[in-house]
């Protein structure tokens, strides 16, 4: 008989499952950072003890393995100075002349819509290392960028 013709079993044509990706470098995380990391797990260990769907079992463990990964890799670097943008510090600036507000953490407590930016994020990359009254490159412009306040984070 053709190979073409025979069928082992249906589970070789459905999609692979992934792991979920770890971003690559360092897990740099604030303190409220770390405590969100342990509530995600604290929940996904609750609804996997609570489900009885085999398949939303095996998603939820795999987020799990995500999160937990996350939480032994967590590293808690010094606190900042509030002398210069660096992780942990919270930067007044002005973009293209229009007045925001961001908070450098890690990358699983980044929400850019709520002023949380991943120190990984383009735009930190730009400010990392600035000082207050400094103007700097982003995008097509020179002076995109102007630190207006540097302030730690008080966790």
Do not use: C
Not at 93 to 105: C, D, M, P, Y
């Amino acid at each position: 008989m053709s190979v073409a013709f025979r069928r082992e079993s249906d589970e070789e044509h459905l999609e692979p499952k992934f792991e979920l990706p770890i971003p690559a470098g360092p897990n740099l995380v604030t303190a409220r950072g770390l405590a969100l990391i342990g509530e995600r797990i604290a929940e996904l260990e609750a609804q996997v003890e609570s489900s009885d769907d085999a398949e939303a079992i095996k998603k939820l463990q795999r987020d799990l393995r995500y999160w937990q990964t996350r939480q032994v890799t967590a590293e808690a670097p010094p606190p900042p100075l509030g002398d210069k943008v660096e992780f942990g510090t919270e930067v007044k600036i002005l973009l293209n002349g229009k007045a925001k507000t961001f908070r450098i953490v890690g990358d699983d407590e980044a929400d850019p819509a709520a002023g949380l930016l991943s120190f990984n994020a383009p735009l930190s990359r730009a400010m990392l290392g600035a000082e207050e009254g400094e103007t700097l490159p982003f995008g097509n412009a020179s002076d995109a960028i102007e630190i207006v306040e540097i302030n730690a984070i008080q966790d």
